[in-house]
């Protein structure tokens, strides 16, 4: 159902790409932004794992410095059926993890000092779970696809306003009022729209990646009581990266290292933590009573 959601989801997204194309420049407009997506997809596809990393200021973990957060990659490895990928450590006490990569064999899980220090070992394996999860799912290709289409109608909202600033489109179709009309529509509706349908996508993302790293471990509780601890813990201490940095990768970490209420709270890449724990707490349920 997750993955039926999210692909009806991509697919309204292009086609806000296409349309935002077309109220700009007709055929040509659409045929001309969906080359720029495919490009930016493409070096997405190949990069965007080590910017990510290096946004995040990860750094390779060995097995003599973090022996324990190797042992427990390994055997989640072991249960989800999937290789090993690289392992990552964020010199940071704020308890946060994340996994990148375009592939389940080119694939990377970053952890930070902080979550090492105050999850226990059954704790720990339900979070890398649910970052194998993602990893299996193909989380990362999917949300990079998404962003690179949201970021092209953001970028063509942002060249449409230049445009009608200095009148570019005084003697061109958009001089009309139909032309007009569609030109505010790309400047002010489809970067909001966009925005929305990559959130619900990041949204949906997690809460499968959270069913099936419960699934995987077999341990719904301790994946429930990580957040709780996680939640707590990033309030307390965030994330000493730089604001932009961490708007740009706050989506891959397993609780938002972002905080905030009201609107940003509305506007987050992460599903309510309540909504979270009360999912799991059901898997829990269902698990000790499967014929209730």
Do not use: C
């Not at 949906?204 to 601890?229: I, V």
């Amino acid at each position: 159902m997750n993955m039926i959601k999210t692909g009806t989801l991509f697919l309204f997204l292009t086609f806000l790409l296409l349309l935002t194309g077309y109220l700009i420049g007709g055929v040509g407009g659409i045929l001309f932004f969906l080359v720029i997506s495919v490009v930016m997809n493409f070096l997405g596809y190949w990069f965007s794992d080590k910017m990510v990393l290096a946004m995040a200021r990860a750094k390779a973990a060995t097995q003599e410095d973090t022996p324990e957060l190797h042992r427990v990659v390994e055997e989640q490895v072991r249960l989800a059926g999937i290789p090993k990928p690289r392992v990552f450590i964020i010199e940071s006490d704020s308890p946060n993890a994340f996994a990148t990569g375009r592939s389940k064999s080119h694939a990377s899980i970053a952890a930070t000092r902080g979550i090492l220090r105050i999850l226990d070992r059954e704790e720990l394996g339900a979070v890398i779970a649910h970052e194998l999860a993602h990893v299996g799912n193909q989380d990362t290709l999917i949300m990079t696809m998404v962003a690179t289409v949201a970021g092209t109608i953001s970028m063509i909202a942002s060249a449409a306003q230049w445009s009608m600033m200095f009148g570019g489109g005084r003697r061109d179709r958009n001089s009309s009022p139909a032309g007009m009309i569609g030109l505010l529509l790309v400047i002010l509706v489809m970067p909001l729209a966009a925005l929305l349908i990559r959130l619900a996508i990041s949204r949906t993302r997690e809460y499968q990646a959270d069913k099936t790293g419960a699934l995987t471990s077999g341990r719904p509780m301790a994946l429930a009581n990580a957040l709780r601890k996680l939640q707590r813990g990033t309030q307390a201490r965030p994330l000493d990266i730089p604001k932009e940095q961490l708007e740009t990768v706050s989506h891959l970490f397993i609780v938002n290292p972002l905080r905030g209420d009201g609107l940003v709270a509305l506007f987050s890449t992460h599903p309510p933590l309540e909504e979270r724990i009360r999912r799991l707490e059901a898997m829990q349920y269902q698990s000790l009573w499967p014929d209730r």
